[in-house]
């Protein structure tokens, strides 16, 4: 086996679930930030998609700066009105023309594809929100600089920049509470409460065994007819969070205590009321890379990359396949060591450098125990390790597929 400089090492120290205290966030779907990161990948998918179906391969693009400004609305029970649509920048990096055979440029459709793109995600996804006159939609993708774009003119695949991924496994309880929780809110349970919006932010500290779980969720406005409804909504929406988060704590000895929209003041007469679900209608703006890391979750107690992995291209952007190719060999190796073990995985890259060939490659087993099969453990996860880098392409299949999340 050819080194592909893969450092396996064991670390004698508690693993993260098994400290006193853990934080956990994850920013909902309907986030300012993860609607930057959402509209930034699925531009990128479609780029994928356009250059795939017009030259055979991926060209160089990366749209990862999508910016929105916040509008301005006056919800009110029974419904209110956008009164200043939110607006949406789709920014980035883009083979915008090619040189043909005979020396003829011909140029590409990429700002239509990415306004299509964009569109297209904003409707399927946020039922309450007139993609038509509550979002100004722009996009000024522009080509790449000559550099970056001759990496894709190499025989293979080089990075594009010396950066670093993260990833760690297996999730902890609090984690799994966390991403399940925003995933419950804005699937199955939307069709019993349609007075929640899409964006939801879920916060959880655990503190020994006692877990606390904050929710944050924009109610809407037209489903809600007055107090007294929003209050029952909430107590409805309660209920039904804490029965779906004790059945993921099972038997597992864990007091659990849930809060949500704690910034009402029902005295005051302030209640967390939206038009479109959306707190970008008014007052909060978002951008790409400031949520959700691309296992979903914002873990300030686990290793992080602060890089976007979101609308970076699937091809030599180390951002974005290092981050995933991490978290998939973190899974993979974490699978085959005991669920006490702690999984850390680190890959670093070199510009210019092939992909499949890191500058680093390390892999952290953390245990509050010296264990006996740490050698082969060892020898499996520098196994897991080799191939996936040995098959960087299939980390870039799962991203143009949609297989693995970004954010």
Same mark, same amino acid.
């Given at each position: ?69 916040? +509008? ?5 029970? $029974? ?23 005979? $020396? ?39 080509? $790449? ?42 699937? %199955? ?7 929640? +919006? ?32 929003? %209050? ?22 864990? %007091? ?21 679900? =959306? ?9 790409? +890379? ?57 890959? =670093? ?44 392409? %299939? ?13």
């Amino acid at each position: 086996m050819p080194s592909k400089n893969i450092y396996v090492e064991g670390i004698n120290e508690i693993p993260v679930p098994m400290r006193k205290i853990e934080l956990v966030e994850r920013k909902g779907i309907g986030h300012p930030d993860s609607v930057a990161d959402a509209l930034a990948e699925e531009v990128s998918k479609a780029l994928c998609k356009m250059y795939k179906k017009e030259y055979g391969t991926v060209l160089h693009h990366n749209t990862d700066e999508t910016q929105i400004a916040a +509008g301005q609305a006056m919800p009110k029970f $029974g419904g209110g009105c956008v009164i200043d649509p939110s607006y949406i920048l789709l920014v980035g990096r883009a083979t915008t023309n090619i040189e043909g055979n005979k $020396g003829d440029i011909r140029s590409l459709p990429c700002k239509p594809v990415a306004l299509k793109a964009a569109r297209k995600y904003l409707k399927k996804t946020f039922p309450n929100l007139d993609v038509d006159s509550e979002v100004v939609l722009d996009a000024r993708l522009g080509q $790449g600089s000559d550099d970056l774009r001759g990496v894709y003119k190499s025989s293979k695949v080089l990075a594009n920049d010396t950066s670093f991924g993260v990833g760690y496994a297996p999730y902890s309880i609090t984690d799994r509470l966390v991403l399940t929780t925003e995933e419950y809110i804005n699937g %199955k349970m939307k069709d019993a409460l349609p007075e929640t +919006g899409q964006d939801v932010k879920v916060m959880a500290s655990r503190v020994g065994k006692n877990i606390t779980m904050t929710v944050a969720c924009a109610m809407v406005d037209k489903y809600i007819d007055d107090v007294t409804h929003y %209050k029952s909504a909430i107590e409805e929406m309660y209920n039904k969070v804490n029965e779906h988060a004790l059945d993921i704590i099972g038997d597992e000895d864990i %007091k659990f205590k849930l809060e949500i929209n704690t910034g009402d003041d029902y005295k005051r007469g302030v209640y967390y009321l939206t038009c479109t679900g =959306l707190s970008q209608e008014m007052g909060d703006d978002g951008s790409v +890379g400031r949520g959700n890391r691309c296992n979903g979750l914002i873990t300030p107690y686990r290793p992080m990359s602060m890089e976007a992995t979101s609308g970076k291209n699937p091809i030599t952007h180390i951002g974005k396949i290092y981050n995933v190719m991490s978290k998939l060999i973190a899974e993979d190796v974490a699978k085959k060591v005991s669920p006490d073990v702690e999984v850390r995985v680190r890959i =670093l890259s070199q510009i210019g450098k092939p992909v499949s060939q890191p500058l680093n490659c390390n892999v952290q087993l953390v245990s509050a125990t010296e264990d006996k099969k740490l050698g082969k453990w060892k020898q499996e996860a520098e196994s897991i390790a080799f191939d996936w880098l040995d098959n960087v392409d %299939k980390v870039t299949d799962l991203i143009i597929n949609g297989k693995v999340r970004t954010f």
